[in-house]
């Protein structure tokens, strides 16, 4: 079992920057968890964000964030991090950290383990 706690969440004008992190407990971390950012934009489904193998040499990002999004993890510190630039209106949503030993999970939006969420809206 992993618990995942995201923070990080706010209020932001557009063009500008916010850090989420993921604190995971439970089964040791860095064991083979691939970490993945999610989120769930008003009104529509959830969709993949960002995701980072369980050694960090591999990462993958959806279309519409990359250049802008980078996702990080801090093993010894069980964090996994997203760091947002540039934000825009469409990137208003609830944003999940989850876990998964699976990398393909988190494309199909049905990774195993899910935190609960931390909101992000960006002004125009």
């Known amino acids: 079992q992993v618990q995942l706690v995201e923070s990080g969440g706010g209020l932001v004008q557009a063009g500008g920057s916010l850090r989420l992190s993921c604190a995971a407990s439970?089964?040791?971390?860095?064991?083979?968890?691939?970490i993945g950012w999610l989120r769930q934009a008003p009104g529509k489904e959830r969709e993949f964000v960002a995701t980072i193998s369980w050694g960090g040499a591999i990462t993958e990002y959806a279309d519409s964030v990359k250049g802008r999004f980078f996702i990080s993890r801090d093993n010894a510190n069980n964090t996994v991090y997203l760091q947002m630039n540039n934000l825009k209106s469409e990137d208003t949503a609830v944003y999940y950290c989850?876990?998964?030993?699976?990398?393909?999970?988190?494309?199909?939006?049905?990774?195993?383990?899910w935190g609960q969420g931390t909101r992000v809206t960006v002004t125009s």
């Open positions: 989850a876990a998964d030993r699976d990398m393909r999970p988190f494309y199909s939006v049905t990774p195993r383990y």
């Open positions: 439970g089964r040791t971390f860095s064991t083979f968890f691939n």
